[in-house]
């Protein structure tokens, strides 16, 4: 029996009806929600990184069958996979892997998904490398590419750069949709907890433009008289 099965029939196993429910109404897969037509199975994430531990190996045809499935805990594994082999490969396998995630881009099609990948993919392979892709993911039509933009910033964050972040956030002002507005509130508080006087900076010039849960995420850990006060603006 071929692993590509094993794990399916392994993730079947772990199915949970009740839970599968609930899955599909937070992650908002009714018509014209964002996550339409997304199928759950009901098993929590650390479950799924267990799953994906014993699967590290698999082919890189393999982990594109699993991303293109409707089913989302058969992305999100082969996502974990990718995120796993990443962490632990040197720099060839890491261009593979980052050549192999842009490829598929359009699987990558949910908020977690993009959260539990971006940062340690894309930010982490850009550390070093021209950062032209994210401004062209940004004003992509689609909702996850743009949020790849901003979330893959996170690993710059991490290493106290704060520039792209807070130029791709810019951009981002007048962005509709309320899952991006959620993580540039949420990529600019974690460059604030590193440099809160340029995010200071940042919402003196444009506190003004962004939508109400940009800037609570933005403000979220700011003293609360300071909070206040940019909410009364």
Do not use: C
């Not at 993730?11 to 996550?35: D, M, R």
């Not at 032209?132 to 750069?161: C, G, M």
């Not at 590193?194 to 979220?220: N, V, W």
Request: glycine share 4%.
């Amino acid at each position: 029996m071929n692993k590509l099965l094993n794990l399916t029939k392994e993730l079947e196993s772990l199915s949970n009806k009740k839970k599968a429910i609930v899955l599909q109404g937070f992650f908002k897969t009714g018509p014209g929600e964002y996550g339409e037509g997304d199928v759950f199975l009901g098993i929590v994430v650390p479950v799924q990184r267990q799953v994906a531990k014993k699967y590290l190996d698999l082919r890189y045809s393999d982990l594109k069958q699993l991303l293109n499935s409707k089913t989302h805990e058969y992305r999100l594994v082969a996502v974990l996979i990718l995120v796993t082999n990443y962490k632990t490969s040197d720099g060839k396998i890491q261009k593979q892997i980052f050549n192999f995630y842009l490829k598929n881009l359009k699987y990558i099609n949910n908020w977690d998904l993009v959260d539990l990948s971006a940062p340690n993919i894309i930010g982490n392979y850009l550390l070093n490398q021209s950062r032209d892709i994210l401004y062209k993911l940004v004003r992509s039509k689609n909702i996850w590419q743009r949020r790849i933009a901003i979330v893959s910033t996170y690993s710059f964050i991490r290493n106290n750069e704060f520039t792209d972040t807070f130029k791709i956030a810019k951009i981002l002002l007048t962005d509709n949709h309320d899952l991006i507005h959620k993580a540039v509130g949420w990529m600019l508080r974690e460059a604030g907890k590193r440099d809160q006087k340029s995010l200071e900076k940042f919402l003196q010039q444009h506190s003004g433009q962004m939508p109400r849960t940009m800037l609570r995420y933005a403000i979220e850990r700011f003293q609360e008289d300071k909070r206040k006060s940019y909410l009364k603006k």
